[in-house]
């Protein structure tokens, strides 16, 4: 078995200064971290304090990566009922929880990550937003040596579960009761992110729609920011007689433009945010409960962990008409 002392060898440095990189002391050099984790990796160095974390009967260690949304000022509801939905059913489970944000591994390879993961106890991953960009976090997802599943991205193997709701169907349906009680005709559509794979399946439904309707359709896309989807309304919506936002945040950014143009278009959002209710219009939108997602997303984590396979979860959301009362306690 491979030891502190064999790593510390096969890199040319102090056993202390390999500790001190497992620890993530700062005042190392890129160079010796770099040179570190390199012998780490070669040699499949497993630190003691993990290997005992892996022949003990507790149920585990695992890591929630959240994808936070910096491109706004408004609180990341959705975000944080992530970390609640999923703090609160590890509790439960037994299972220890670190959170981790996609910014602490910009410029890192997958072996970093790894290594950063493996001294840290980490058995299984949840990870919240990762898009098509997302390489090096794809790299770690194919190599399977962690359990882990993924809200919002379809991807599958024996030990990768994809966690999410119908987006395809939420958005025609949501799209096509907003288009069928105003009787309109064409469509302005705000999408999301080029490369992301809920962006992907809500153009799916939109599109879906408006073929099967025989209705004009524009799409822009906003990137789920307020601020986009207010100057994209400015610019196209006298030509649209409806705008069906990806985003209940653009959805807002879509109704203030309006009521600044002082005109009158039906406007729908998508997730059910609550500072939908103070926009003081009332807007149909697809309501999720991100908290309960996030609880089966650990659920289905602790069965993979378990010796279960990956697979699909597909869970339920609801059509809804988001007013000041539904969400004032």
């Known amino acids: 078995m491979v030891s502190i002392r064999d790593v510390a060898k096969y890199a040319g440095v102090a056993i202390s200064t390999v500790s001190k990189v497992l620890n993530h002391y700062p005042n190392i050099s890129e160079e010796t971290r770099e040179k570190v984790n390199r012998a780490i990796a070669e040699l499949n160095f497993v630190p003691n304090t993990i290997a005992a974390a892996l022949s003990s009967k507790k149920s585990g260690r695992i890591a929630l990566l959240i994808n936070m949304i910096t491109h706004t000022q408004a609180i990341d509801e959705i975000d944080m009922q992530y970390l609640s939905g999923a703090i609160n059913q590890a509790k439960k489970a037994s ?31 949840i990870i919240y937003g990762l898009s098509k960009d997302d ?25 990768t579960s994809t966690v999410w709701i119908d987006h395809k169907k939420a958005q025609y349906e949501v799209a096509h009761k907003t288009i069928l009680e105003n009787n309109s005709q064409k469509i302005l559509y705000i999408s999301g992110k080029q490369n992301g794979y809920v962006t992907q399946e809500r153009i799916a439904g939109i599109k879906r729609l408006t073929e099967e309707h025989k209705l004009d359709l524009m799409e822009k896309r906003g990137d789920f920011s307020e601020r986009n989807a207010r100057n994209i309304t400015f610019s196209y919506a006298e030509d649209y007689d409806a705008i069906v936002c990806a985003s209940d945040l653009m959805a807002i950014g879509a109704m203030k433009a309006l009521i600044e143009m002082d005109i009158f278009r039906p406007v729908c959002g998508f997730d059910g945010i609550t500072l939908m209710g103070y926009v003081g219009k009332q807007m149909n939108t697809v309501r999720q409960d991100f908290s309960y997602i996030s609880a089966q997303a650990v659920e289905e984590l602790r069965k993979l962990m378990k010796g279960e396979s990956g697979r699909e979860v597909i869970l339920p959301y609801t059509i809804v008409r988001m007013q000041y009362q539904d969400i004032i306690c």
């Open 135 to 159: 390489t090096v976090l794809h790299e770690l997802i194919g190599r399977e040596e962690f359990k882990v599943v993924l809200v919002d991205a379809p991807l599958m193997n024996e030990s």
């Open 95 to 125: 299972l220890e929880v670190l959170t981790i944000f996609f910014s602490m591994f910009e410029d890192k390879s997958a072996d970093e990550i790894t290594t950063y993961l493996r001294s840290q106890n980490i058995s299984g991953l």
